[in-house]
C-alpha cells in the first residue's frame, strides 16, 4: 500500500521555526521526486519545493532564503524546514512524491 504520512504541523508566531517531515511507504522513494506542496484557505495548491534523488533542489520564490527541503533515501523521508515564518505562510501542506499525495498537515502562523 502506497502510503505518505506529513506531520510536524501547527501553531507557531511569526519569524518563528518548524520542520515538517514525510514519511513514504510503498513506493520506490530513492527515484521519486519529492515535493512539498500548500494550499491556503481560497486558493489553488501551490508548489513550494522539491529534491529530485540526486538532492537538486528548487523552491517557489516567496520561500526562497527561507526554506529548506531536505530528503533521507535510508529513512524513506523528506523535510520541509521553515524559518522566518510569515502569516502568509498559512496553509495546508502536502507532501508528494510519484504522484501520490499524503494528508497534509496544517500550518497556522499567527501572533
Known amino acids: 500500500q502506497v502510503q505518505l504520512v506529513e506531520s510536524g504541523g501547527g501553531l507557531v508566531q511569526p519569524v518563528g521555526s518548524l520542520t515538517l517531515s514525510c514519511a513514504a511507504s510503498?513506493?520506490?522513494?530513492?527515484?521519486?521526486?519529492m515535493g512539498w506542496y500548500r494550499q491556503a484557505p481560497g486558493k489553488q495548491r501551490e508548489l513550494v519545493a522539491t529534491i529530485t534523488r540526486t538532492m537538486n533542489t528548487n523552491y517557489v520564490d516567496s520561500v526562497k532564503g527561507r526554506f529548506t527541503i531536505s530528503r533521507d533515501n535510508g529513512k524513506n523521508t523528506v523535510y520541509l524546514q521553515m524559518n522566518s515564518l510569515k502569516y502568509e505562510d498559512t496553509a495546508v501542506y502536502y507532501c508528494?512524491?510519484?504522484?501520490?499525495w499524503g494528508q497534509g498537515t496544517q500550518v497556522t502562523v499567527s501572533s
Open positions: 508528494n512524491a510519484c504522484n501520490v
Open positions: 510503498g513506493i520506490l522513494f530513492n527515484i521519486c521526486i
